[in-house]
């Protein structure tokens, strides 16, 4: 035991899982009572239905079924420990915090796996670095606060990939077949995880490759390869997701939609930013930032093609697989028309490997002068990451909800008889609901439907009406920015915001120094908006102006 303990690799990693345990379980109860994520409250909602042996089918399919089943039995077992009854169904309570507390214990395995996987690639410094940046990850800390399945998609990736690794090194067969279980619990957790599957053929290629086949014997190494791996897949897919194929119907019709609305061919209310944005581009502006910090993203452009530039050098085939891991979970889901921050989250792991596998080669270069750049690099990185995260933290975590604060001011500041219009589809005015009863919800989306006129009709409403909260950003947003594209949208917003409605704004969300550094200045407009509408929108209150 003491050797262990006297063992400073040992430390440093123990240390980083205690510190990334806080970050990760800390307030994991945020928004109760109204728990404000839409896809956390569609999940539970499952998983709340569901009640063993009689009524299996949970009706959902935009999720996988396994982390929904596993969240529903945690739930009854942990029950009935403490009850000591045989209860048979989970509350939505319930349902919210387990989801959640599986998504931050696996945001916790990531520390240690990485570093693992880090070591395996090349050396202990390496594991160190990755398992530094992964524990003060802005979006591992986001989305293990979260009981969607974000996590679950980047633990399972990084468990495929490190598998890859040790059978690369050795060849081992039974290796393939855990990566099969494992992919597919993938599966079963997001079908989008299917895109891993092109890396898995990769990873065969490479490995068949290694032995210098014939063209006949290298088709038949692929095929058995790729059956060991993708036979076993379906098997646990069937085991874990059975509704997927016994509901097949319901199951095919939720891809469908979800296809639609991902590819931009079905147009709904929530996908109007991404109108104009650029593949690629708009990742490496608007999400990368956040969820890394913006250090960070300058620096893995850099270290993405140094490494490509390594890997051929050296002809080392872990940097290929490390480079080509991420670009199949990268550019699938840059290139959809729907680019919401959640998509990027399998790709984090890949982006620390990439960062740290370079910057720990650098470090060995024999010019003295350089290694002195890249330790300065090394420091800063290590700086602004600690300072990012603990600013994200505050904002979202520590400082309140952005939602009741806003509630609270209106308490002091509104009269509970005042007539008020707010929007629909937000979830963020449930609170003001218990206070203020006179409250109409407007479809403010609707506002370019050609065969209305909506926005007379919201025009007239405000003659009778005394307060206008807009819950979060989304709609304005969107609509401020994108000019041509919602022309009505644009004009209310754009004479509200400027006092030209007869209202003036009388609340909005503070954003303090720790806020402006997490939302680059900006919380309304520097980002892709899902990456804090759901812990950490900006709430807005106007009030009719007395001469009006």
Known sequence: MKNFLKNKETLIIILLILIGGFLRFYNLNWGAPFYFHPDERNIASAASQLNFPLQMNPHFFAYGNFPIYLNYFSTIIINVIFSLKPITQASFEESIIIGRFYSALLSLLIIPLIYITGKTLKDKKTGIFSAFLATFSIGLIQFAHFSTFETWITFLSLVIFYLSLLFLNSGNKKLLLIIGIIFGLLL???????????????????????????????????????????????IILFLTSPFAFLDFGSFLSSLKYESSVALGTLPVFYTGEFFNSAPIIFQFTKIYPFLLNPALTIVFIFSFFYLILKGIKTKNP???????????????????????????MPTLPFIYLIISLSITNLLEVKINAIRIFFKIIFLILGMSTIIF???????????????????????????????????????????????????????????????????GELYSLFHKTDYIILPSQRIMKT?????????NGNEFYSLLFNNKLGYRKVYETPCDIFCKITYLGNPVSSLEE?????????????KKMKND
Not at 193 to 218: A, M, T
Not at 337 to 342: D, G, I, L, Q, V
Not at 530 to 542: C, E, K, Y
């Open 188 to 234: 079963s957790t997001k079908i989008s995880g299917g895109f891993i599957f092109l890396y898995i053929l990769f990873l065969v290629l490479i490995n068949n490759l290694k032995n210098r086949l014939k063209p006949l014997p290298l088709i038949k190494g692929l095929i058995v390869d790729s059956l060991i791996v993708f036979i076993p897949a379906i």
């Open 479 to 487: 609509r401020l920015l994108n000019k041509q594209k919602f022309k």
């Open 318 to 344: 872990q940097y290929l697989i490390l480079n080509t891991c991420y670009l199949i979970l990268f550019l699938p889901q840059a290139f959809l028309f729907a680019k919401w921050t959640r998509y990027m």
């Open 530 to 542: 899902t990456a804090n509408v759901f812990d950490r929108p900006t709430v807005f209150i106007f």
């Open 389 to 455: 995260a603990f600013s994200y933290f505050k904002t979202a975590f520590m400082s309140g909800d952005a939602r009741i604060s806003a509630v609270n001011f209106a308490k002091q500041n509104i009269p509970s008889s005042a007539l008020i219009v707010s929007e629909v589809y937000d979830l963020g005015i449930l609170p003001f609901n218990s206070f203020f009863p006179n409250i109409t919800l407007f479809n403010f989306y609707d506002l370019e439907q050609p065969d209305n006129n909506k926005l």
